[in-house]
């Protein structure tokens, strides 16, 4: 019973706290640099696409509302040719971003993407593509990867003796 | 049995297998790589290892090679042992040192028997700083994309490509680490089953190059099990779609059918189905009857196209059907049922309709029994008489060229080798191959193979095989004139046939010659008389050619006769271009004579040129049906993909087609069920077919089976281009699978198997789990009936022996010689397998080159029934004198009906 | 002026008044919940955010009048309106200046028992018609609950009436001009506030409604403007609570300076906050506690203070 009024006096005494409340759009939130808001495909230090198509954002959404359909230029360099994400769908789990294993897809703190018209939450390749490397900077997949693509031949990338000659004798 | 002991558990095992075999089949996950169920043992890879111990008393043991091991009675071992585990997963720690950082590029990415062996050996974290070593690769070919990095040395893919598929141009180059597999230069991989290598290697050093132009994980694909379309074997074939369209083929194992692999063929024919030229929604010609202007073909609707169909057809005096070999069993009953009995033909020219009929009535009321592919393999004799098998059944080559270890291994066996331990099978028999005979018009791919090869002309081989059959059993007919070499031959034929355990006779139609099928016949039925046991086994050009065998109809013939004396004015063609049939005059005479053609077909041909409606039928893809294969074994084959456009099956349009005019009007069949139904109580020759699959009523634990993979991808976004809103996934009226990933996870019955996943096992090496032993048959046995069985009376010999051939002067037999590549009509359509496509040619003998003084490549004018077709010559040493071929089905050559009597111009 | 015309006018003067402060009481209550949570609470529309009960009125009559298909149809229809009849009914016998209130009663208190315990038919038949497993738990833990607090919220006014001798609440109100009843009563101040909480399933009373464990329980069904009168009917309470509360125990009217009305006014509203208070602060009790509590402490409290007020009355009266 005590214990029950010294609830009350105490909730009473936080009216004459200070306020939590942020008076959005007013004033904004701060969003830690890795909060978990619009997804973006970022490009690598070169300016070429990160994004390889492995589709394992795709597979990796609880949501599956990630869709893409990869395409090869001459040189063999693997891109999507197609990227949509239904943002309408998208639950900002993150778990795209965990598992993409060149950088490419990224979380970025921007969270106001509201839409009158559910359709105009679908983003595709082009609305998602930005001229950067997002948060994770330096990172160049092809330079890590023993496959040859334009520009990068075999046994050229980092940790790599050149290639061998299969007829050689030793 | 033996009882063998792991981990303190008994078990009960074959003695015959090794103890890899034996865990596996046994559920254990015990990680490998040079192993392969159809490739046996070589211990090279040292992945398999376990802790065998001598005895009970015995607590230390030793490490051994599981699959080196054969699990004798009383055998015990420990998996779970420490340090075998710690063996395992160092032996891949080693492996992984120089494999390239590239999964996320590497298409094999999902579905790798490296990743499941490494996550399964427990390897998680890299140790070694050094730096990898790297190749270059090599340009393979339109069918295999070549990768050396990625390689892990574990051999399979020479064993497969050398030992078993008797390929020679990919080898091992170079020593320790850095062995490379290859070919000497860079070049188009020759073997007809090189696509195999795509799922023999265990990692992404082969993979599908048709796949990586449009490249989808195998998570992503839905699949369904579907029947090879391209050629009469019927090999199984998983399909996977993404976007609308089919992204690949992957073999799917039918124990009885295909096994393990597939041809070329059947793996990269699929493209055709993404074709532009593919027929998409109905299409009106206002005018197709004049030849002259003709008018562009217009899309309309569906009600449209039915409603104009079925007022043309109304008004017309009478309609003829005409069926396909290459359309499924129910798209040809339905049509039967449409124009009745009397007036469906079987779209096939007089000749070969006559053949595959004559090779249906042998096999059915003959004493001899026809082979599956597996027991091809298992024959210890095989006599080939007049078919380039490579090139008109290529699978069943490589079943022959299987059986030709089986005499060998008797002897590994007889010192104590099992046939499993490939090396030391090999080490004892050495070059020493079981007898393979074959007879043939020029070489074939098998030739390298063959004990004895002889080239004759058509005639002479049939006399070959009389004779042959002559001397197994003194009641078959006799043959006169033969030459001693030829005599010697028979006599050395007959016995190694005689000798045989299980002797298979192979023969088949793609010569046109009626005395060939007699004469194995003769063959088998000698030998079935002298209490031998025996396979007959005959080739049939199309998916379909035995199902429309079996339904009795008359040729194309019967069809144009109908017309020109005026009794029939209207025709439906079902999936069959007639051009590509019959003389192009007759076709032409056909066409002119008909005020009304309608046809189905899913790819634009000059004959759904000439039609006033065409309907788009559905591919292999788009479509539920049965095919029967050459053995007489129906399958059945299911959707893919739910068709884009007014696609759909070509029985559904026909069932359409004769339902009222109103739109309320029911069709005459709401699914598969029903027209399989109708079928087996109108026709009890194929009424066997209705339980080559489940119904569509099938339920495990109450649930449709789903085409999808469980980690099927992008469900809620696909789609959402054209409305955010997701639409319900198609129905599926006519089969127990669903177009989502929807339904059970329980192991499916064999025929309904739509993708190959086991927890651990990602690759197509799942399959394990699949099969009631590791390599062997499928769980609840083989998919597809048998509608053919022997009823094994005595039967009279065929006696009609053709008269030896002699050449005329200037007159040619003109022979079409087929290509495994180009010369099927629908897989020619694929752009990867175009770019196998021979040029047309003339090929004449050499005896025949040299007295015409014709060179390799000199432009040759040859004229056929008139038409005359200027090609380069191509000098074969061994094609018989007076004999000429051109190769079947190209383009510009299509519609000859061979053999043609042909005359060289000058 | 004619006195049916006062009268009417007196009666349009208090539902006009009751209704409103109803509405705005859902804006008090949330800018005063969010006050003691360190927030802001509705503050957009209209000044200070006070037009948010105009925004949820709108949202309430716009949204669809949905009714489960295996509801009992009439009952459904009717429970949400019992709820604001009574509590509107209730509101007449009080006294809210000297000489002004709607009915002089002269069995006043018995008047208000009775129709707080017509105003639980609302909520269990409500419970009930919905069909639905949910809202009939609710619908039997309000009567429970009821049926158990009941029993000494009428025990607990007795002591007032012992003190003022009437059960016209003009009278007791005028009974205490010397001394609030509060004093001499307090306990039977106390376990009225308790019953009075209970009644109106105010938290945190609120077990019939409980979302954590009965969805919204009686409530779960209703939407649109029946489920806003399930809300009219919960503040229109409050407030009757309160202003019983106030005349019984806090003289009424009655206080120097200010006006009687505004006395009145002004006490009442300090009780519509002291509830919200409560809410802000404390934890649901656990049901089968809350009963025993009422049953084992509170019941046999209310007698103790009956025989104990009475004992001192007649020893007074001598």
Redesign the interface.
Known sequence: MISNIRTLWLVFKHAFRKRVTIQYPEEKAYLAPRYRGRIVLTRDPDGGERCVACYLCAVACPVDCIALDSAEDETGRRYPGMFRINFSRCIYCGFCEEACPTYAIQLVPDVEMAEYNRQNMVYEKEHLLIDGEGKYHGYNYYKVAGLAIGGKGKGEAENEDPPIDPRGLT | MATIHIDGKSYDADPGKNLLQVSLSLGFDLPYFCWHPALGSVGACRQCAVRQYRNEEDKDGQIVMACMVPAADGTRISIEDEEARQFRKSVIEWLMTNH???????DE??ECHLQDMTVMAGHAYRRFR????????QDLGPFINH?M??CIQCYRCVRYYKDYAGGRDLDA???HN?V?F?RSVDGTLESEFSGNLVEVCPTGVFTDKTL??????K??LQSGPSVCAHCGLGCNTLAGA??GGVRRILNRYNHEVNGYFLCDRGRYGYEFVNRPSRIRHPLLHTDASDTDTLSKPESCSPEEALRQARDRLRNARRVIGIGSPRASLESNYALRAFVGEDYFFNGLPSAESHLVTLAAEILRNGSAETPSLREIEGADAVLVLGEDLTQTAPRMALAVRQSIMRAPEEKARAVGVPPWNDRAVRDVIQAERGPLIVAAVDETRLDDAATSVIYRAPDDIARFGFAVARAINADAPPVEGLSDEETDLVQRTAKTLSAAKYPVVISGVSLGNEAILQASANIAWALDREQKPVGLSFVVPEANSVGIALLDSAPLRGAFELVSSGKADAAIILENDLYRRTHALDVEKFFTGLRTVVALDSLRSPTTDRAHVVFPAGTFAESDGTFVNNEGRAQRFFQVLSPEGDVAESWRWLGRLQSGSAPSDEPRWKNLDEVLDAMAAELPDVAGAKDAAPRADFRVAGARLPRSPR????????L??L???EPKPPDDPDSPLTFSMEGTAAMPPAALVSHYWAPGWNSVQALNKFQDEVGGANRGGAPGVRLIEPEKPIHSYFTKIPDAFSPHDGKFVVLGLHHIFGSEELSRHAPALAERIPEPYIAIGDADARARGVTEGRELVLRIFGREYKLPACVRPNLPRGVLGVPFGLPGLTGIVFPADGHLLE | MNPAIQSLLLIQGVLVGLLTLAGLLVWIERRLLALWQDRLGPNRCGPFGILIFVADGIKMITKEDWIPPGADKPVFILAPAIIVITALLSFTIIPLAPGIAILDLNIGILFFLALSSMGIYSTVLGGWASNNKYSLLGGLRMSAQMFSYEVFMGLSLMGVVILSGSLNLREIVEAQSGMWFVLPQFAGFLIFMVAGLAETHRLPFDMPEAESELIAGFHTEYSSMKFGMFFVGEYVGLTVISAIIVTLFFGGWQGPFLPPFVWFALKTLFFILFFILLRAALPRPRFDQLLAWGWKFILPLALLNLVVTGAIVLARAG
Not at chain 2, 212 to 217: A, I, P, Q
Request: aromatic letters at 16%; one cysteine or more.
């Open positions: 390239p950082h590239d999964c996320p590029v590497c990415g999902g050094y730096r990898k070593r790297t190749f270059t690769n990768e990095n990625r180059f170079a020593s850095h490379y290859g990586k132009h449009h490249y989808t994980r998570w992503d993404r976007y980690r099927f991808s992008g469900r809620t976004a696909i959402a281009n409305d955010v809103h």
